[in-house]
Structures are given as C-alpha cells and as structure tokens.
C-alpha cells in the first residue's frame, strides 16, 4: 500500500511538474496580449466597421495623393534668363509639394490606425482575450 501511495505521488508530482513545464514554455501564445491595446474597450462588431471604414478612407486618400508633384517641367518651361519665372515656378512646387507631404502624412496616420485595429482584431481572432482559453492553450498545447 505504501509502494502505491508513493507512485501516485510521483505520478501526481510528474504531472503536475510537466504541466508547469509546458506552461511556461507556451508563455509566447499570449504575448501579443500584454502589448499596448488602444482599443481594447471597443466591442468586436465596433472594431470590425472600424477596419472597413479606414480601409476606405486609406483608399481614396491614396487616390488623392496619387502622384508626386513635379515641379521641373514647370521650371525648365522658363527661360534661363527669366530667374524670376524660374523662382516664382520653384515657388508653386514648393507649395504645392507641401501639400503633397500632408496628404502623405494623413495616408500614414490613417494605417497606423489600421495597423493597431487589425491588430485588435487579431488578438480576439485568436481569443487572447480570454484569460481562460489562454491558460488552457498554454497548459494543454504540446
């Protein structure tokens, strides 16, 4: 009887020490978990709309924002004695390059947000926010 109880406590033991094991090992399932989540708060359906919404903002920014502005047509147009022409014209591709850079710059903020949104969504894709389903995935995940 007491062979017996000893190997149930090493078996027991042996369990309980690979499961500990295991779930420290599996510990990167849920590392995406514990990054900056801004919008943790929104409800899935809130987050899904949200994505379909920048996608087409994104889009018809891009449209927008379709070409780089040239300005050496504009500026070889002048005559080389006209530095004034010349200068005016460099002016105008300026400005207008300016404006080009903020469209640009709006292009990249919206995927930013993207970025973080799809992100999101993949960690409720995935249920990392389920303390329970992570605990089981890390222990039982071989």
Request: glycine share 8%.
């Amino acid at each position: 009887m007491g062979k017996l109880l000893l190997l149930l406590l090493l078996v027991v033991g042996g369990v309980v020490g690979f499961g500990f094991y295991n779930y420290n090992r599996n510990a990167n399932i849920d590392a995406d978990a514990h990054q900056p989540r801004p919008y943790a708060q929104y409800k899935t359906a809130d987050v899904e709309a949200m994505i379909k919404a920048y996608q087409q903002q994104i889009e018809k920014a891009k449209k927008r924002t379709s070409a780089e502005p040239t300005g050496a047509a504009a500026i070889d147009h002048k005559d080389s004695s006209d530095v004034g022409g010349k200068a005016d014209a460099f002016a105008g591709f300026q400005h207008q390059n300016e404006r080009w850079k903020e469209r640009r710059g709006e292009v990249f903020e919206l995927e930013g947000e993207l970025k973080k949104l799809q992100f999101e969504k993949s960690i409720r894709d995935r249920h990392l926010d389920d303390p329970d389903w992570v605990f089981k995935a890390r222990l039982l995940t071989f």
